[in-house]
Structures are given as C-alpha cells and as structure tokens.
C-alpha cells in the first residue's frame, strides 16, 4: 500500500471543490490498490447521520468501514435520534463527537455538512447536502470513468436529466474543471438547467453546451439522473418534466460501442431494465465501486 502524502489526512469532506487534480488521483490510485483488512481501521468508530433516505451511500460507508475492521454507529431518519424531541443539529454533532472517530451526514438542507464540520474538530464526510454537492458520489464516477476509460483527461461527458436539483451532476460538473480537454453536453428540460453558479465556475475552464435534445452521439460517458421529485417547492412543475427522457433500447442505438452509461441510481423511469444488459450500462458497476472508493477514503481521512 502506498504512504499517504497529499493532505488528506483529518481533513473534511464537504465539497469537490475543496480538492486538487493530485488529491483526487491519489485518492483514485489507493481506491484502485485498496484490498479488505481488518486491522486497518479496528477499534476505529464512523457514526452515519442519515436524515435523508439512502440505499448506497449509506450501505457502502458501513460495508467500507468493515472491511477495514471498524464500527458503525448512526441513525437514518430523524425519529430514531433526539432530533425528534427539538435537538438542534449542532448539538446532535457536539454529540456524536464524543463517541467517533469520524462522521459521514447526509442532510436535505444545503450547506449542513459544512455546519457540522465547523462545529467539531472531527474529519466529516457530506454525503449529500440537499441539491448542493455529493463529493463521495463524484469520486466513485471518476474512479468509474478512469476504470473503463483508463483515463480522465480528453472526453465527451453527456449529463442528462435533473440538472437543477442532481447534487450528484453538480459536484461532477466542477470536479471535471480539474481534468483537460473535457466537454460536457448538458442534456435537461428548459425549467431543469444547470444552475447558473455551476456554470460560471466551468466558464473558460470546461466547454459546454446545454440542450433540450437527447442527443447521445459521439459521447465517452452518458450519465443520467433522476428527476428529483422531492425537491420540487411545486409538485406541478415536477408533473411537468417526470418522464422527460428515458434511456430505452431504441436510444441507446446512438452509443458508441464504447461510452459507458452511468446512473448514480437510485433510476425511477428513466434507464428502462432491458438496458441493463447492454455492454454500455455501467451503473451497477459505478454501484459496486462506491465501496473500495469510500475504504480509500476512510483509510486517507483516518491515517491508517
Ligand atoms: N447514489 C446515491 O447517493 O444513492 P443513495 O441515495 O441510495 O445513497
């Protein structure tokens, strides 16, 4: 196993943007190595905030956190937590502190991971802040890519869907303002654009284009999102767009024969199952690479 030497260690997890080219790829190449060891981590403690639902995330953290021979403590939901009797956030972390060594939170509210982290001096990972970021998703995309690709510099990424509210999308959007020779085609409803903040930040740095059209031609990566139903403030506006694309036989005709179709899932309507066993449908895979991603992380952030 390679030493650790870029600055992760005890460090916050909160946004893509926080990390360098070096860091990620260091991140990537010990994700790549990483094997199960339970001494790596034993007698070390991750608790698991989840006040949001979550399969993957989630189960991938605490089947990452075993294999290096941790604990996992936690809750998913607020009902199990004094946050049901009128705790505050902050006094739930200030909490939590005293029992880990390391604290992963997903929180519809944006900007909740970053509070958390002001709050204790414990590494806190986000594991999804509302519509904001999904750093640990980004990694495992990445990781994904660079598995099938062999690189992530040079490629044609098409994000497709909820581009408004996908967290997932916009931590992938900047994460590629670290890599050369990238172009995004922006593919979502006129009313589920990327927001404009994002776009900025990859003006001058990452073409793109944005587009209506389920144009999928001469792409190295399709990535499609859910349209995120519960973060609509209107419920029309979401009956509207639902269904806007679906990914069936008939358009996957457009893939080359070696982009890869990625999902961070979960998919609702909008890959149809009878895709699932085209050459190109990776999401089960990207899936499964969540967990020796989240290991090399856990290993990083804790010094092991
Ligand atoms: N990709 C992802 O974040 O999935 P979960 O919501 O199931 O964790």
Redesign the pocket.
């Given at each position: 196993m390679q030493r650790v030497h870029t600055g992760w260690l005890g460090r916050d997890v909160i946004s893509i943007r926080d990390f360098s080219r070096e860091q990620i790829e260091e991140l990537l190449r010990h994700a790549h190595q990483i094997r199960p060891d339970p001494e790596l981590l034993r007698g070390r403690v991750m608790a698991s905030l989840f006040f949001e639902?979550?399969?993957?995330?989630?189960l991938s953290f605490a089947t990452a956190m075993q294999r290096l021979g941790g604990h996992v403590i936690g809750f998913s939901g607020v009902e199990g937590s004094s946050l049901a009797k009128g705790e505050s956030l902050q006094d739930t972390a200030k909490v939590v502190e005293k029992y880990a060594d390391i604290i992963v939170i997903r929180h519809p509210l944006e900007g909740s991971a970053r509070l958390v982290a002001d709050t204790v001096s414990l590494p806190v990972i986000n594991a999804?802040d509302g519509a904001n970021q999904?750093p640990t998703?980004t990694l495992t995309d990445l990781f994904t890519i660079q598995r099938f690709h062999g690189r992530l510099d040079d490629l044609k990424i098409g994000l497709v869907g909820d581009l408004k509210y996908g967290r997932?999308v916009h931590s992938l959007a900047l994460a590629f303002t670290r890599f050369r020779k990238i172009e995004l085609r922006l593919i979502s409803p006129e009313n589920l654009r990327m927001p404009p903040a994002i776009l900025r930040e990859l003006d001058g740095i990452v073409p793109y284009v944005e587009t209506s059209e389920l144009d999928l031609r001469d792409l190295d990566v399709v990535y499609v999102t859910r349209i995120q139903k519960e973060r609509f403030p209107d419920i029309e506006e979401y009956e509207k767009v639902k269904g806007a694309y679906v990914i069936d036989l008939k358009a996957c005709e457009q893939l080359r024969r070696d982009a890869i179709l990625l999902h961070?899932?979960?998919r609702v309507d909008e890959i149809t199952p009878d895709v699932d066993a085209l050459p190109q449908a990776k999401y089960f895979e990207q899936t499964r690479n969540g967990v020796p991603v989240r290991m090399a992380l856990l290993r990083l952030l804790l010094g092991a």
């Open positions: 639902p979550s399969t993957r995330t989630q999804g999904h998703q997932t961070p899932l979960p």
